[in-house]
């Protein structure tokens, strides 16, 4: 990093999370790097139930070595319909691929909600961008709770959506969207400066052998938990979808606050589907403008992959 670089203060970020070994993977590049500075991780169902989220997220920051960082448990379902995980792909504790003593670090008492809420209101308006890696519950929730926020927020970057790869948890849907449709309709319509990380970005980002090794060479404890992880987590995509490597999707939001130049994308118009039992929890992107919808989010299409692996291991390392 230059001299000039190192004088601009660290974004302060949110991460809101439901780990998930890619979530493990994005909230240790966000600690390992001095642009960002982690005000707080805010747990929410997804990948597996709340107390296991919760229980993940104080485990990668003790393999972090990061015991100050506050975590919070949120929402334990999602707005409108019963709880839909993903043991298939992450595993019965979310975070299989390598075994992790039972946390020491003590869960804050406030609620995930709350601390969004209290936090957006406390820092100057525009000042805290929202990470989001999992469903959007946390998010709208504390939207609903407390509109005066939502202009605060600086920005959310989350990873979410898809347009050419449509979906991988339906036909039609990508997992963190599906599981809260009505949540993402809630922060797609909010008004906030939303940037998307949809399929199309992530499954560019595959985890291929040389990249998995990288993990492993660095003979340290974290080095050992993410090839654990990754070696776990990308056999079900590589089965899946019979690539050279499964994609790792929740890392890109935070590669993006510090390298937004990998990322291409268009401003664009998405719509989220509700009602539709054949595609709820799609995200209807106009990629091609063929609506008069307004624009509403930044929408990525495309990423330097090894540009992405190399910030990724280079950051990891340090910690």
Known sequence: MSEAASTVAPRKIIIDTDPGQDDAMAILL???SPEIEVLGITAVAGNVP????AENAL???EVAGKRDVKVFAGCEKPMAHSLITAEHVHGKTGLDGIELPQPTMALQEQSGVDFIIETLRNEPAGAVTLCTLGPLTNIATAFEKAPDIVERVGQVVMMGGAYFEVGNITPAA???IYVDPEAADIVFKSGADLVVMPLD???KALVTKPRLEAFGAFGTHVG???KGWLDFFERFDVEKYGSEG???HDPTVIAYLI???LFKGRHINVEIETQSDLTRGMTVADWWGVTDRPANAHFLGDIDADGFFTLLTERIARL
């Open 30 to 32: 966000a600690l390992a």
């Open 50 to 53: 709340l107390w296991r989220t």
């Open 59 to 61: 485990k990668v920051c």
């Open 174 to 176: 990508e997992f963190n």
């Open 201 to 203: 970005v992530t499954h």
């Open 224 to 226: 050992e938990a993410c």
């Open 246 to 248: 499964g994609p790792l």
């Open 259 to 261: 390298a937004p130049e």
